[in-house]
């Protein structure tokens, strides 16, 4: 007698030809939906939210549409991962790498059709990827001696990044913005000293780098708005006045000249911790929480210049940069540690007044400050110049630099290919696929721009057939262009991470033959 089931009365299982049916087609599912924002011509998406509000987004950065999907596809999931592994690691191609796992899943699905065992299509993968990689390696250029040439390198890449993205109409201006900001870090990937402010208003043009930090605040009134050589101390502390701060604590008094004396002894104990913080020879004082009327008057009559309520980022930022320490405590003064700056003043972006440090102690550090017409477009420029700098440090630290516009997938397919036809076995039906899935991105360029990507694939095929091929999709001519000329680039470490995490993605996607979806749990019924 068979054991009917095993598992509970919610749990469902699926096995062999289904569960790979369901994964496969739920992984392709979600290359689908990036794949129209891949490339300089992708279009864009809306994500709204569910929540108060319906809050927009308007993005074209894979990551960022995959991060607000909610799935229920295991396998999905999987892809929604990598996605964002990739954001984090490097800062672009978090499409490519969902694309491309997408289409190696594609390729497989037929192989497994055709009976071929997934650990084969796994062996097969792995042995193409290592070639692919291979055959990259072989065409880097490393520029790194060479600081003009490095530059140039870094100007390209940054507009090779910037290109797909909403910021492509000034890309010059801002693949310029982010290389300075990139080669003030000084080979540091510490993206914490770029400080990036977003103000609505004016056009993306009227963005600029401004060297030091701004803190969005204003100065408060009858405070100095200029002080040179300051001494500052940032602190996480209340400046309210002290409350009886025990829950549920009351005060009975029995006369109106005892609520008196409880408000000047609490005056007092406020009175004392200022002088405590002035002790510390400080002309700046910063703090997290709120600053209350008396504290502040206080300040400004020590000529002390009190900011109030920085907000918790900006805070940790400015310790950061001016090579302070939070503090909280303020009872001996040689164990805290002061942040300089040579000069504070306010300045005025827009209709805003803010706070600008400058001459900071970390001397990398800098801060953007991005205009533009809305909220939403602020955002998505932000998230694309947060791309580009990710990937312009990460390039300073590996300079090595391939040319772009699906140039390096076409090497690769050409590389794997040729190691398809000399692998016996039913491995080298694996390879070929592989190196069908690499042709995928550049036609998808294509497609996306609207071109005939079929023909436009036969052209960069039988080119890059001629040693020393440059040719790659030139979008704007619609037709294969050489990538030299065009200056078009991208970071070897980009495109490495692409290629392994796809594969990986996609081989554990292939060994899966059960999914098994377990029952929820119950709430009993508390009587």
Request: charged residues 30%; negative net charge.
């Amino acid at each position: 007698m068979a054991i009917e089931r095993i598992f509970k009365d919610e749990a469902s299982e699926e096995k062999g030809e289904r569960a790979r049916m369901a994964s496969f087609v739920g992984a392709m599912a979600i290359a689908d939906l990036v794949k129209t924002t891949l490339g300089p011509k992708g279009m864009d998406k809306i994500l709204q939210s569910t929540g108060r509000g319906h809050h927009v987004t308007v993005t074209n950065d894979g990551a960022t549409i995959l991060k607000s999907l909610h799935i229920d596809n295991p396998a999905a999931k999987v892809l929604v991962d990598i996605s964002k592994v990739q954001d984090d690691e490097v800062g672009d191609g978090t499409t490519s790498v969902v694309v491309l796992a997408g289409e190696l899943l594609r390729e497989a699905e037929k192989l497994v059709a055709a009976k071929i065992h997934p650990m084969t299509i796994i062996a097969g993968f792995r042995m193409a990827a290592e070639c692919a990689r291979d055959a990259l390696l072989q065409k880097v250029v490393d520029n790194k001696e060479n600081e003009e040439k490095f530059k140039s390198d870094l100007m390209k890449i940054a507009m090779t990044t910037l290109s797909s993205k909403i910021l492509s109409q000034d890309k010059e201006y801002f693949a310029q913005l982010a290389v300075d900001a990139v080669l003030r870090l000084k080979g540091s990937t510490n993206l914490e000293a770029i400080h990036i402010i977003k103000k609505p208003g004016g056009s993306l043009k009227d963005s600029f780098l401004d060297e030091g930090f701004i803190l969005d605040k204003k100065i408060g009134v009858g405070q100095p708005k200029h002080i040179e050589n300051a001494k500052i101390l940032v602190s996480n502390t209340a400046m309210d006045t002290d409350k009886v701060k025990i829950y549920g604590a009351r005060v009975r008094v029995d006369s109106m000249s005892r609520v008196a004396e409880i408000e000047a002894a609490e005056k007092e104990k406020m009175r004392e911790k200022v002088q405590k913080i002035i002790a510390h020879g400080i002309n700046c004082f910063v703090n997290r929480q709120l600053i209350y009327n008396f504290p502040e008057e206080l300040f400004a009559d020590a000529g002390i210049l009190a900011i109030e309520h920085a907000d918790f980022d900006g805070i940790e930022r400015l310790a950061l940069v001016t090579g302070g320490e939070i503090a909280s405590t303020f009872d001996n003064p040689e164990s805290v540690k002061l942040g300089h700056c040579k000069l504070i003043e306010e300045i005025m972006i827009g209709e805003d007044k803010l706070i600008h440090f400058s001459g900071v102690e970390m001397g990398q550090a800098c801060t953007i400050v991005l205009r533009g017409a809305s909220q939403h477009v602020l955002d998505e420029a932000e998230r694309s110049l947060h791309d580009a700098l990710c990937v312009l440090s990460q390039t300073v630290n590996d300079s090595r630099v391939l040319l772009g516009g699906g140039w390096p997938e076409m090497v690769m397919a050409k590389a794997v290919d040729e190691l398809a036809r000399k692998t016996p076995g039913k491995k080298s039906h694996a390879i070929d696929a592989f190196s069908r899935a690499l042709v995928a991105i550049p036609s998808i360029i294509a497609d996306n721009a609207g071109l005939d990507s079929a023909e436009l694939i036969a052209q960069l095929r039988a080119e890059h057939q001629k040693e020393g091929c440059t040719a790659g999709v030139d979008v704007i001519t619609g037709s294969a262009g050489d990538m030299a000329e065009l200056g078009i680039s991208e970071s070897f470490k980009v495109k490495q991470a692409v290629l392994l995490s796809a594969t990986e993605a996609a081989e554990m996607i292939l060994r899966v033959d059960e999914i098994i979806t377990c029952a929820p749990r119950r709430r009993e019924d508390r009587m």
